[in-house]
């Protein structure tokens, strides 16, 4: 199995920073695209930023210039540094990762979740 698990999520006023963590642990062989995705209240998960296992980023009109997705291969670990941050970027930020497992069988991981609150 394999297991994300998100950090950094929290409260922040308009115009603030946070930066999100995720780490991908378990019977890991090699991590492909990995993601960030997002989910508002009465909304459909939409994609923030995935970035390849080359560095290749891919971001969300909305957020471009704004957030920053990198990852470091060596600790399995993807981040996402949000700048400028806008009530409408309150969500549930969820990571998500294409693996392959030392099984050979690959697929989609989604971490737990974690809430950023954008509010004055």
């Known amino acids: 199995q394999v297991q994300l698990v998100e950090s950094g999520g929290g409260f922040v006023q308009p115009g603030g920073s946070l930066r999100l963590s995720c780490a991908a642990s378990g019977s890991l062989f090699t991590i492909y695209t990995m993601g960030w995705y997002r989910q508002a209240p009465g909304k459909q998960r939409e994609l923030v930023a995935t970035i390849t296992r080359g560095g290749s980023t891919n971001y969300a009109d909305s957020v471009k210039g704004r957030f920053t997705i990198s990852r470091d291969n060596a600790k399995n670990t993807v981040y996402l540094q949000m700048n400028s941050l806008k009530p409408e970027d309150t969500a549930v930020y969820y990571c998500?990762?294409?693996?392959?497992?030392?099984?050979?069988?690959?697929?989609?991981?989604w971490g737990q979740g974690t809430q950023v609150t954008v509010s004055s």
């Open positions: 998500n990762a294409d693996t392959l497992r030392t099984d050979l069988l690959r697929g989609d991981s």
